[in-house]
């Protein structure tokens, strides 16, 4: 397996060539309090060395041992405590905490660029301080003021980490009907009672203490989703100096045996009458779970992304080390038996599939960051409408597009290998096996769809969807007569015609069956990436082309290279997904039930 | 893991339904034996073991994995005695000729089995899949003597056989292997070097191995055509036929895999070992590719097996859990919320498993069938059709659906949800083990470029057009069929496209040498996606015919035509995608340097 190495490179080129996101500080007051240029490449210098140094090499051990239970204590994989413990000392839970309470206060866009590396390096490792930061978001933004003093600060720190309570046993996509109860107590405190499954991070040796945000159900709440609340379930209850108390009556039950991520220790918890604290308003639980989703969706994605990009370096790496067979035009390592198999066509069309799916996902989330950063961050309130609507359109589809290429792009990558791709040693499949449940969790990718076709496209017809449309017909306008993008312009345009095309045909299909989304969706979805990666490589190639004269690096150069063959061999597909998408609901409803 | 049941309803229509198996048996040496009461107990029983047996190791299999001492393999718990059992029950001397111990059944009737054998339990069913091999090679190749002294106990499943291609350094090309054959005075070879992913190489399950291994003998030409075909016993063999000393072939360890954790998969030491040379010297590739086509055939059943299990643990899923409302109001009223069937977008899976797996089952009955006539067709020229045809076929058979199965157990896991990510659901030891049908036996890529290449171009597309003048057979003997319409336009349309897609990149190819390369995979699966709009349109008419006929089994001729529509409407498109790819230049693959892929 290669090293890990950081494609710093392509982050920078990212960041400060075609978003330049230093700009947009500059507008948000209270991000340039903390975000400044310098100290965010120091940050990603520091995240790029701590993810190769320590937790690459910990990956496949990880993988290999995986985590252990015993009597309702859980143990990570040799070196995991010693690595969290160098962690969170360089502060990294922090990162996009909120400074009042001891966080960094950085912008999604750097946070997005350091989650990839460590998701790349270990994804079962990010997981543990992903949970964290999730938890604390949503204590921020609805917590009460003593509880965010109480636990924002340790969980900044990593001293204590994070867990996610929602799925139970027959409960998962649809959280209206969970059972987990909380029963008012006298001191205003609640005793939870119920059963979690899949918690991710639920019981673990890394932190002193494990905060759950739980959602449970009052005795008297209304039936479905609008009765559900979140409360704050802490490991050990803490005292009123800060010190850690008695043991709170919740465990870990068990752990699952899972394809892969074997060393993200993932619980059944066991709450019994467990003490925990009501989080935002009563029967609001779903509502202030969503404050902190849009900021877990995209990190998911960029889960896609790490573990593609992962994959990408070692097939390189194998594709110039291996020889087999002659190059189709001659040999090229005459000295050797055979030539590096990167000389055959389909070789390569493995390699640059993914490469062009990971330099447009990388663009696509650092787009999406920007936008979440100008919905928390901007001072008027049009520039955050705005953003808000953007991220709300955008985020389904950084989920579910970057998990979904993500996933593809590491069976391309183990397919580079042969045989040897199979075989465990090599890390390859380990990067499939990993990278499988992203597309399951955090709303499985079906569900994205819905929520993108349904929420973000039908249910307000359409007007999400225009701000994207017209971003991208404002950008081909400006570069139509650009001779520099002629080559580009044309798909790009014919690209956002098809999808507005088919938007509007979904959105009177709709009008008249129920069924027309939920059909349709996931291809819709698919079809809504492509045409946004047309985009984001189009705004790449248009900075490539303003810098390649002279530039010896061959940075630029590829990045003309790689655009070119995502518009002439991918950007294709989205002509069988419209025509899938087109074809309407009937076909997919005509089985009954029983003839499957 | 969901419990194997052999969907014997669909097979039955496959084999009788679409491609008179009945008619096409009387047409073979094995006639009698093969009347349709005979054909339908054969199914019966070995679906029977196949439910019974073989299904309930799957998980156990996947658990355990094999096990490696210095003393051999031991294989997971059941298997032994499993194999014991499939052995006793004549299973392994199905399809060998009589004259070898067999019972000279055809070969599609065999595959039957391997697929029910593959679907239940992929792992074991490589132990007895990969001695088929062998004892072709061996009934092709084989003097009189190795016949008489290797054949019998292979053929009845009391030793089993390998194939020992790969070495550490050469894989697709082997023309590098370094394996060396020395003569020795008494006429066998010391045979030399190291094999690896050497699948049933070594294990508990039978008292010996034949190792089918190529090597080099000294002297012999570089390349593809210095290689030579010989057999390796594990235990050598006694002129009485007994079993004699150990031979020094070993197994030095085993690989740790994604998958098919029952099936030891190892890397074999030659030291010395005594072997014999089967077939001409130099000639071993020619020998091995043989019977490359239908050991490609059955590694495509691992396709059609992962589409069908995982539909089948998908399905029962979809039906038992319940997750919010359909959107046309309540279907479950009485429970908490309605089974996820209801919703379009798990049914937008449940019916790409399921127009994958009956599609499949279709393209491999009808490529076995082309098999049969080629061992066994009445005519010279009957045979040699039939075998342009399968030639033709097995690239897209084993590449493309093993492409879409595995896109299959993936849809499986994720109609599952959480649950399909965790190991007890078996959900995804499916994935795990389907991942390796993309890789060996000749890589997707290896297979398209095989198809392209050898198979269209160099026959200046001869293969193709015997495919589609069938499709446009179909299509004219349809034309006045109204109803039918629905199929055979698009069909007949894109049939004619494909002709087209052919010629311009066979123009392109004559100039630019990397062209092939550049739009093979494109290509294959454009193609895959064509033969399956085939049979799936041959399947919908017949489906239509009965309907309209008057049938009591009017569920299933109905849930056919629905599935026929899903493949068209909802799958098909994706050859518009397939065709602007593949022609899509290979200027865009090979432009970029090799020091730019990675910074």
Partial sequence: MADYKAPLRDMRFLLNEVFEVAKQWETMPRLSETADPETADAILEEAAKISQSLLAPLNRSGDE?????????????????????????????????????????????????????????????????????????????????????????????GIWSGSMCLTEPHSGTDLGIIRTKAEPQADGSYAVSGTKIFITGGEHDLSDNIIHLVLAKLPDAPAGPKGISLFLVPKFLVNEDGSLGARNTLGCGSIEHKMGIKASATCVMNFDGAKGWLVGELNKGLACMFTMMNYERLGVGVQGLAAAERSYQNAVEYARDRIQGRAATGPVAKDKAADPIIVHPDVRRMLMTIRAMNEGSRAFSTYVASFLDMAKYADDSATRVNAEALVALLTPVAKAFLTDRGFDSTVFGQQVFGGHGYIREWGQEQLVRDV?????????????ALDLMGRKVAANNGKFYELFANEVAAFIEA?????????????LSAAIERLSDVTEHVLNQVKSDPNAVGAASVDYLDLFGYTSFAYMWARMVLVAKSKVEGDTSGFYDSKIKTARFFFSRLLPKTMALAESVKSGAADTMALAAENF | MPDYKAPIRDIKFVMNELLDMPAHYQTLPSAEMTTPDMVDAIIQEGSKFCEQVLSPLNAVGDTEGCTWSE??????????????????????SMTAPEAVGGQGLPESLGLVMSEMVGTSNWAW??????????????????SDEQKETYLPKLVSGEWTGTMCLTEPHCGSDLGTLRTKAEPNADGSYSISGTKIFISSGEHDMADNIIHITLARLPNAPSG???????????????????????????????????????????????????????????????????????????????????????????????????????????????????????????????????AFAEGSRAMIYFTAQQGDIVHEGETEEARKEADEMMAFLTPIAKAFLTEVGYESANLGVQVYGGHGFIAEWGMEQIVRDTRIALLYEGTTGIQALDLLGRKILMTQGEALKRFTKLVHKFCTQEADNQAAQEFVAPLAKLNKEWGELTMKIGMVAMKDREEVGSAAVDYLMYSGYATLAYFWARMAVIAQQKLAAGTDEEAFYTAKLQTARFYFKRILPRTLAHAASAVGGASTLMQMDVESFAF
């Fill in chain 1, 65 to 157: 041992e995986g985590c252990r239970w015993e009597n309702g204590q859980v143990f990570t994989p040799a070196g995991f405590p010693q690595a969290y413990r160098t962690f969170i000392e360089g502060g990294w839970c922090g990162l996009g905490g909120n400074p009042e309470f001891g966080g960094m206060g950085m912008p999604k866009t750097i946070g997005a660029q350091v989650e990839e590396m460590i998701q790349s390096a270990n994804i079962s490792f990010g997981l543990y301080p992903m949970l964290t930061a999730g938890a604390c978001l949503a204590l921020d933004a609805h917590g009460a003021d003593e509880l965010r003093e109480k636990y924002l600060p340790n969980m900044y720190s």
């Fill in chain 1, 436 to 448: 499988r449940i992203a597309q399951i969790y955090e709303g499985t990718n079906g569900i994205q």
């Fill in chain 1, 479 to 491: 570069n139509r007569e650009n001779p520099a993008l002629a080559e580009f312009i044309a798909p």
């Fill in chain 2, 71 to 92: 003393t051999g393999v031991t294989t997971p718990k059941g298997f032994k005695e499993a194999y014991k059992q499939y052995v006793d029950g004549g299973w392994p």
């Fill in chain 2, 125 to 142: 069913g490589m132990y007895p899949g990969l001695s088929h091999g062998a004892v072709n090679t061996m009934i092709l190749h084989g």
């Fill in chain 2, 224 to 354: 593809t055509k210095g290689i030579s075909l010989f057999i390796v016993p594990k235990v050598l063999v006694n002129a009485d036929g007994s079993l004699g000393e150990r031979n020094t072939v070993t197994c030095g360890s085993i690989e740790h895999k994604m998958g098919i954790h029952g099936n030891s998969t190892c890397v074999m030491n030659f030291d010395g070992a005594k072997g014999y040379l089967i077939g001409p010297e130099n000639k071993g590739l020619n020998c091995m590719f043989t019977f490359m086509n239908f050991a490609r055939l059955g590694t495509a059943i691992q396709g059609l097996g992962a589409s069908e299990l995982s539909f089948q643990g998908a399905l029962k899923y979809a039906k038992e859990r319940l997750a919010m409302r359909s959107l046309t109001g309540p279907k479950n009223p009485g429970g908490i919320a309605d089974p996820i069937i209801v919703h379009p977008d798990v049914r937008r899976m449940l019916l790409t498993q399921k």
